[in-house]
């Protein structure tokens, strides 16, 4: 199961960081994506990061400004979001994918477990 948590209502320009907790799996062995999907809209992808070996992916309109890590500590994903536009209004899943150590495939495609989502509204 995965769990997201920090979504809310921030100003536009301001920061916010969402945490995606797994419980009752290890996410050694995950793609960790986050997608976004606004009231009327297909579904987004954000960001990934593949847990082992730490490469990162990312959205073209996020690129320069969200920032998407881990703490196997914690067995959490966090993606920091910094300079928030109101566009970026949105329920914010995390998902992981199974892949091998050599091969991911489509880092936007594939996913296996998702967590319920967290709202995240950048008001203007």
């Known amino acids: 199961q995965l769990v997201e948590s920090g979504g809310g209502l921030v100003q536009a320009g301001g920061s916010l960081r969402l945490s995606c907790a797994a419980s009752?799996?290890?996410?050694?062995?995950?793609?960790m994506g986050w997608f976004r999907q606004a009231p009327g809209k297909e579904r987004e992808f954000v960001a990934a990061?593949?847990?082992?070996?730490?490469?990162?992916f990312y959205g073209d309109p996020v690129k320069g400004r969200f920032i998407i890590s881990k703490d196997a500590a914690k067995n959490t994903t966090n993606l920091q979001m910094n300079t928030l536009k109101p566009e970026d209004t949105a329920v914010y899943y995390c998902?992981?994918?199974?892949?091998?150590?050599?091969?991911?495939?489509?880092?936007?495609?594939?996913?296996?477990?998702w967590g319920q989502g967290t709202q995240v509204t950048v008001s203007s």
């Open positions: 009752e799996f290890d996410l050694n062995g995950c793609l």
């Open positions: 990061l593949k847990w082992s070996g730490g490469d990162t």
């Open positions: 998902a992981c994918k199974r892949v091998l150590s050599y091969y991911i495939g489509n880092y936007r495609t594939g996913y296996d477990y």
